[in-house]
T-cell receptor, first 114, second 116 residues
Framework: KAGVTQTPRYLIKTRGQQVTLSCSPI?????VSWYQQTPGQGLQFLFEYFSETQRNKGNFPGRFSGRQFSNSRSEMNVSTLELGDSALYLC?????????????FGPGTRLTVT | GENVEQHPSTLSVQEGDSAVIKCTYSDSASNYFPWYKQELGKGPQLIID?????GEKKDQRIAVTLNKTAKHFSLHITETQPEDSAVYFCAAPPGYSGGGADGLTFGKGTHLIIQP
């Protein structure tokens, strides 16, 4: 079974620009969660999507948004990029059913903002 | 919200020895505790997890123990090997349930170094 895939793997953007990251979950998984990983703050939860609806949300500004498509693929968008948005963005896939809480991570997208 | 603390931040052990990493959590309603291993350039890999109705779980050289009263859980790796070198993270979900995969709160990580 293929794992979680994320594209692109690396991205360099300039302050003020916007960026879109993509995540394809494990086949059959309907929940996709997004996390930001930085050396200073560690791993922090951004949001979770299930059946095309945002079900849970972390404590990030509105510049961070996401969506999920009917095939469970998800995209994350960051607008008006700031230097502090430089991070590894990780997507995690889960079955999404009640009681199925195991989350499986993709390799991440390394975003550098200059 | 949930607060997870992890110790130590760095752990160096001789190959073949055991390693223990400890985490405490704040939300007494949390009921699921996973451990992840992250190697350089890769995403975190789920290596073992435990639910609150179980005190201990083993998978070959890896075990996790949970003490709900004290609100702490630990990862035990026996007979360590060079390939065990990585950063290990503990995590816990919020005590409330938003349904399904709730956002995990992660510890700051432990850099495990296996000395040959």
């Amino acid at each position: 079974k293929a794992g979680v895939t994320q594209t692109p793997r690396y991205l360099i953007k300039t302050r003020g620009q916007q960026v879109t990251l993509s995540c394809s979950p494990i086949s059959g998984h309907r929940s996709v969660s997004w996390y930001q990983q930085t050396p200073g703050q560690g791993l922090q939860f951004l949001f979770e999507y299930f059946s095309e609806t945002q079900r849970n949300k972390g404590n990030f500004p509105g510049r961070f948004s996401g969506r999920q498509f009917s095939n469970s693929r998800s995209e994350m968008n960051v607008s008006t990029l700031e230097l502090g948005d430089s991070a590894l963005y990780l997507c995690a896939s889960s079955l999404g059913a009640a009681g199925s809480v195991e989350q499986y991570f993709g390799p991440g997208t390394r975003l550098t903002v200059t | 919200g949930e607060n997870v603390e992890q110790h130590p931040s760095t752990l160096s052990v001789q190959e073949g020895d055991s390693a223990v990493i400890k985490c405490t959590y704040s939300d007494s309603a949390s009921n699921y505790f996973p451990w992840y291993k992250q190697e350089l350039g890769k995403g975190p890999q789920l290596i073992i997890d435990i639910r609150s109705n179980v005190g201990e779980k083993k998978d070959q050289r890896i075990a996790v123990t949970l003490n709900k009263t004290a609100k702490h859980f630990s990862l035990h790796i026996t007979e360590t090997q060079p390939e065990d070198s990585a950063v290990y993270f503990c995590a816990a979900p919020p005590g409330y349930s938003g349904g399904g995969a709730d956002g995990l709160t992660f510890g700051k990580g432990t850099h495990l170094i296996i000395q040959p």
